[in-house]
């Protein structure tokens, strides 16, 4: 039977982020539909980042139409009223040495990304994640390094208009133990100082616990070390670069780390659904819930020439995980209210709508859920990605065996 999730805004918004959409409407595509796809306010003040460019979109049951003055979304079945989230007026200011905001401060919903050097070790290595998308590779370019002081009038620009309250800071992979920290050090140190927000710090971990210690003490209410995929074999196919120079123990130990100095429910770890069976993502969830870390759980968006998404993958296979998800960081009373309003991601408070909790508790989700047909031929989908991915692979001089 064809599912319907138009009813409910927490499975429509998996939905959307899994199939994309397509839009009906020449004004709203040219305006709003860029390669980082469009921003969609769904019923329930449900936020959504929908694909819309990228070629798996054209197969979409989904478009986007003007509806009288406003918008709705379709899927042939029934509609939706939504409306467009305008981008941030931020975006059309510059800094005074003249670099545009919008280069400098990505708005996410509740959150505005800012990277001061978008860039990654990796590439230069030959050892980049082979699901990334490239954008902090910096190969043969000038590298942008953004000072202080602009980063600080970007955080201005967000702040006055109220665009978000979370400023979240990242790095890319450099050399050195302090896996970024001591790069974005007078960043933090500045924004906490001048400004009344809330700091997020992406970096990679840490050789050492002590630099844990110190991006607390410097005054960053949250941490992010982003493990992306739970299973050994594929974290150490898919990122070879993080297997080589930081290894998935160091992340592990260094969330478990972060996890003791930081207010419970501030310390986060992405983990990329579709990259890994649904079974992994699980035991993932079930790591992570266990040492008090929350789990973000963005959906793989796959291109021409990254089309690693494992198969089959449906939302009525996703669901479950996200099921999970919520039903573990409640047992483990994880605080889940820092990480809400995301567009990129379904978060665990949009999961409540999704949960009946006293059946919840009485039934293990997952473990049905596993039993089932559909698990099972998702159980077959890893063995199907891992010959691929084999086969795909030229980097790996000792991956002669699995070549086809
Ligand atoms: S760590 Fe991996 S995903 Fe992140 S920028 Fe570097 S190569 Fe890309």
């Not at 390669?35 to 969609?40: F, L, Q, R």
């Not at 990277?115 to 030959?126: A, I, L, Q």
């Not at 009344?196 to 970096?203: F, H, K, P, S």
Request: net charge positive; hydrophobic share 35%; charged share 25%.
């Amino acid at each position: 039977m064809k599912k319907n999730y138009l009813d409910n805004p927490g499975s429509l918004k998996i939905d959307l982020m899994l199939r994309g959409t397509r839009i009906d409407d020449p004004v709203v595509k040219a305006w709003a539909c860029g390669a980082s796809g469009v921003d969609i306010m769904l019923p329930q003040n449900t936020l959504v980042n929908i694909p819309c460019s990228e070629m798996f979109t054209e197969e979409s049951p989904y478009v986007i139409k003007k509806s009288g003055d406003g918008y709705i979304i379709t899927d042939g079945t029934g509609t939706v009223p939504v409306s467009l989230v305008p981008k941030p007026k931020y975006y059309s200011l510059k800094t005074s040495t003249g670099v545009p905001f919008s280069k400098i401060g990505v708005f996410h919903g509740s959150y505005t990304v800012i990277t001061p050097s978008p860039r990654c070790d990796f590439f230069n290595r030959g050892i980049e994640c082979r699901y990334c998308a490239g954008n902090f590779d910096v190969r043969g370019v000038e590298n942008q390094v953004y000072s202080v002081e602009e980063v600080l009038e970007t955080v201005a620009a967000v702040l006055k208009e109220g665009a978000s309250g979370i400023i979240y800071l990242s790095t890319g992979f450099s050399p050195g133990p302090d896996g970024g920290i001591e790069f974005l050090k007078p960043y933090i140190k500045a924004i906490k100082k001048r400004h009344n927000c809330l700091v997020a710090v992406e970096t990679l971990p840490p050789k050492e616990d002590r630099w844990i210690d110190e991006t607390y003490a410097l005054g960053a209410d949250s941490v992010l070390y982003n493990l992306e995929i739970f299973d050994k074999e594929l974290f150490e196919f898919l990122c070879p670069g993080r297997e080589k120079l930081i290894g998935r123990k160091r992340y592990m130990d260094a969330l478990e780390h972060a996890a003791k100095i930081f207010p419970n429910g501030t310390v986060a770890s992405h983990l990329i659904v579709g990259l890994e069976p649904p079974g992994s993502t699980c035991m993932g969830i079930d790591f992570l819930t266990g040492i008090g870390v929350v789990p973000i759980l963005p959906i793989y968006r796959p291109s021409t020439d990254r089309a690693l998404r494992i198969g089959p993958l449906t939302t009525e296979i996703i669901i479950p995980v996200y099921k999970h998800l919520y039903k573990k960081v409640k047992i483990n009373k994880i605080n889940f209210k820092w990480v809400r309003d995301l567009s990129m991601v379904t978060t665990p408070l949009e999961v409540r709508a999704l949960v009946d909790v006293n059946e919840g508790a009485k039934n293990s989700i997952i473990e049905n859920f596993y039993k089932s047909k559909i698990g099972l031929k998702t159980a077959w989908g890893l063995s199907t990605l891992r010959r691929k991915l084999r086969v795909k692979d030229s980097r790996d001089p000792s991956d002669s065996s699995g070549r086809e």
